[in-house]
């Protein structure tokens, strides 16, 4: 399995402002993934971060909103920018273990309220 | 793009009774399907996983099952207890370390002791 520490665990920010949270994994993964779970919803994937190139958005999510970086194999950064209340949410990151590598393993999430 | 639908969205179940969940997929092109259960205020935890090359998967008390055919896949659980009660999500992706997972909506299931 892979180990996922997220850092901030929570936080209260102002509206307008910037949150970044770093998500660790104990292992070096090629992809990592960031989720937003909204109160009592699902999981929806914002991104895919890939090591060494640009991160994969999903529908609905830009790089000006969400910018991602991914410096190395283990570590990556979501940045929640210019935030409203509407980006109160949980944020999730999660990789790949494994023997398949197929299963993704979570994080324990950032849960972000926004004022 | 693939698209999970679940039901249902809440369960209600006795103590000793089994639970099922279905989830079914749009893409045909997906072969693994995992299942997570989120217990409030922590992180999904994955509970049992299926590819689509097996029919079913069996770890003790929990199952799933997967029709290709009509892209659908189940999960059940048996002797249901009350530490069973939490949100269970299914999911769905085209495999492989790359892969990204599509949630279905998610199931409260509650068991009544």
């Known amino acids: 399995s892979a180990v996922i520490s997220q850092k901030p665990s929570r936080d209260i920010c102002q509206r307008g402002t910037s949150l970044t949270i770093q998500c660790q994994v104990d292992?070096?993964?090629?992809?990592m993934f960031w989720y937003r779970q909204q109160p009592g919803q699902s999981l929806t994937l914002i991104a895919t971060?890939?090591?060494?190139?640009?991160?994969?958005?999903e529908s609905g999510f830009v790089i000006d909103k969400f910018p991602i970086s991914r410096p190395n194999l283990t570590f990556s950064t979501l940045t929640v920018s210019n935030m409203s209340p509407e980006d109160s949410s949980i944020y999730l990151c999660s990789a790949p273990g494994g023997m398949a590598r197929e299963t993704q393993y979570f994080g324990p999430g950032t849960r972000l309220l926004v004022l | 793009g693939e698209n999970v639908e679940q039901h249902p969205s809440t369960l209600s179940v006795q103590e000793g009774d089994s639970a099922v969940i279905k989830c079914t997929y749009s893409d045909s092109a997906s072969n693994y399907f995992p299942w997570y259960k989120q217990e409030l205020g922590k992180r999904p935890q994955l509970i049992i996983d299926?590819?689509?090359?097996?029919g079913e998967k069996k770890d003790q008390r929990i199952a799933v099952t997967l029709n290709k055919t009509a892209k659908h896949f189940s999960l059940h659980i048996t002797e249901t207890q009350p530490e069973d009660s939490a949100v269970y999500f299914c999911?769905?992706?085209?495999?492989?370390?790359?892969?990204?997972?599509?949630f279905g909506t998610g199931t409260l299931l509650a068991v009544q002791p």
């Open positions: 299926i590819r689509s090359n097996v």
């Open positions: 999911a769905a992706s085209y495999g492989g370390a790359t892969n990204k997972l599509i």
């Open positions: 292992s070096q993964v090629t992809m």
């Open positions: 971060a890939n090591q060494g190139s640009e991160a994969t958005y």
